[in-house]
Nanobody, 127 residues
Framework: QVQLVESGGGLVQPGGSLRLSCTVS????????MGWYRQGPGKERELVAG???????NYISAVKGRFTISRDNAKNTVYLQMNSLKPEDTAVYYC?????????????????????WGRGTQVTVSS
């Protein structure tokens, strides 16, 4: 069974840094797209940063220049380096992915399953 497992959250002071990790456990062919979402207290879930096919990345304006998304394909892992953290970054951070599986019933021999979610990791920025 395929799962997304997040780690790296915690309590940090304003201006501090954290690195989140999201690893895909289970047998997959590759990661089609992967990103980080967050949901702050009383707020809706929002996309923070993501990788799309072709290696392009995107970020919301609130985190540009402070957060960096990266990936290790060999480990099926995506990272979110968060620097210069602010209290408004406080949220539960979720990993989301579209995964590619081998499927010999299809013409191309693979299929893409969309919308896998991790359970989330809490990030709290407070003095």
């Amino acid at each position: 069974q395929v799962q997304l497992v997040e780690s790296g959250g915690g309590l940090v002071q304003p201006g501090g840094s954290l690195r989140l990790s999201c690893t895909v456990s289970g047998s997959i062919l590759s990661i089609n797209a992967m990103g980080w979402y967050r949901q702050g207290p009383g707020k809706e879930r929002e996309l923070v940063a993501g990788f799309v096919s072709g290696g392009n990345t995107n970020y919301i304006s609130a985190v540009k220049g402070r957060f960096t998304i990266s990936r290790d394909n060999a480990k099926n892992t995506v990272y979110l380096q968060m620097n210069s953290l602010k209290p408004e970054d406080t949220a539960v951070y979720y990993c989301n992915a579209d995964l590619v599986f081998r499927d010999e019933s299809t013409v191309g021999g693979y299929r893409v399953d969309y919308g896998y979610w991790g359970r989330g990791t809490q990030v709290t920025v407070s003095s």
